[in-house]
């Protein structure tokens, strides 16, 4: 007697089993930027850009690098953990992807001091 492997029609195979999910880069991107964004303890400083992110991903690993503007003087370690923390968990959550790494970049500090101008009114 011999047996016959046949492979499954493609209706015979479960929906959630058929092909292929791909979420590109700057969707991830776009994710992390947000959870960022959110993270921060006093939001975006006043004249600041918003958090940005530039990811790679390869195969179900995204790796991101986080650029932040912060208010000074304030909790930069503590922030910078806070982005790390938001920004791997909703990757995770939203993408399905592990993430190994977050790169958090404080680019600028914006004070009190750097938004008046010499005269003392606002920039």
Known sequence: MTTVHTTPAPLDVPPAERGSVTIADRVVAKIAAQA?????????????????????????????????????PSDIGAQCGAVRRSVSERVNRLAGMRVPEVEVRVERLHSPHSRTTAGGGPR
């Not at 939001?43 to 986080?66: F, I, L, Q, S, Y």
């Open 36 to 72: 960022a964004r959110e993270a921060l303890f006093h939001g975006v400083p006043e004249g600041g850009d918003a958090p940005h992110a530039v990811v790679t991903v390869h195969k179900n690993n995204a790796r991101v690098r986080v650029g932040v503007e912060l208010d000074y």
